[in-house]
């Protein structure tokens, strides 16, 4: 079994989850192989990613949409 935070770090690394990566069979994560995916990324890595970037600008947007929703409320509108 890996090691704690092992995989965890490869992910952040990577721009990925860590069940990303358990998803695609990593059990371990050497620095070699991260490097190795990362001069060489293969499609899933790719999709991946931009499923990360299309997530995480879907929240920032509802936490703006929020803060302005909350702005208005207070002025009774």
Known sequence: MAKMGELKRAAQTLGVTGSTLRQHGWKTASPARVRAVMDDPADW?????????????????RRAQRGAAGRLANWGL
């Open 45 to 61: 890595l790719t999709a991946a990613r931009e499923n990360q970037r299309k997530k995480c600008a879907k929240q920032q947007g």
